[in-house]
């Protein structure tokens, strides 16, 4: 079983970016896909990419030109940045794991991330 | 990119009861890649079904997936009080994946 937790600020202004943390609990970082997915009333639940245990990442092209995922194995944790962020970017952002598998099999209980000054 | 329709958007039913959740594609998907998830309030999303019909490790099988093509559904055989949820399907057939907007399932 894996264990996913979000970290990172609840609050961010408009026009900076966001820096996400997700640390995993599981006995080997390979043969996962890591995700990061956000959930807003207005766009519902939105997929916003992942990286895979090697390092090459897959992003939604809705927001590719402002995102990037990273993975740091050593650490066990891989980050979300979203940068020029605006209102519409307010969202409970969760990461969650995929065993060699584009479903996601686990998830971590959510971030909620507000854009306001 | 694919657009799931999930109907209905609530579905009022006593415990007991059998559920039948649609979710629909816009366009065919691959080798049945469409999984189902429940999501409480305060809880992260629980994986159910992948590929269509296959249940998750620990799933009870009063819940059965099954379709293929553009139509897809889930059921809940007979209703238990902690099945009352919102349930989503995902499509993982062609990036970006994409989410139906959910049905509530809430007791009646």
């Known amino acids: 079983q894996v264990q996913l937790r979000e970290s990172g600020p609840g609050l961010v202004k408009p026009s900076e970016t966001l820096s996400l943390t997700c640390t995993v609990s599981?006995?080997?970082?390979?043969?996962?896909?890591w995700s990061w997915i956000r959930q807003s009333p207005g766009r519902g639940l939105e997929w916003i990419g992942y990286?895979?245990?090697?390092?090459?990442?897959n992003y939604n092209p809705s927001l590719e030109s402002r995102v990037t995922i990273s993975l740091d194995t050593s650490k066990k944790q891989f980050s979300l940045n979203l940068n020029s962020l605006t209102a519409a970017d307010t969202a409970v952002y969760y990461c969650?794991?995929?065993?060699?598998?584009?479903?996601?099999?686990?998830w971590g209980q959510g971030t909620l991330v507000t854009v306001s000054t | 990119e694919i657009v799931l329709t999930q109907s209905p958007g609530t579905l009022s039913l006593s415990p007991g009861e059998r559920a039948t959740l649609s979710c629909r594609a816009s366009?065919?998907?691959?080798?049945?890649?469409l999984a189902w998830y429940q999501h409480k309030p305060g809880q992260a999303p629980k994986l159910l079904i992948s590929?269509?019909?296959n249940r998750a490790t620990g799933i009870p099988d009063r819940f059965s997936g099954s379709g293929y093509g553009t139509d897809f559904t889930l059921t809940i055989s007979r209703l238990e009080t902690e099945d009352f949820a919102v349930y989503y399907c995902?499509?993982?057939?062609?990036?970006?994946?994409?989410f139906g907007q959910g049905t509530k399932l809430e007791i009646k």
């Open positions: 969650a794991s995929g065993f060699y598998s584009d479903y996601f099999d686990y």
């Open positions: 599981v006995d080997s970082i390979s043969r996962y896909y």
């Open positions: 990286i895979f245990f090697n390092g090459s990442p």
């Open positions: 366009r065919g998907l691959s080798a049945r890649y």
């Open positions: 590929a269509a019909s």
């Open positions: 995902q499509q993982y057939s062609f990036t970006p994946y994409t």
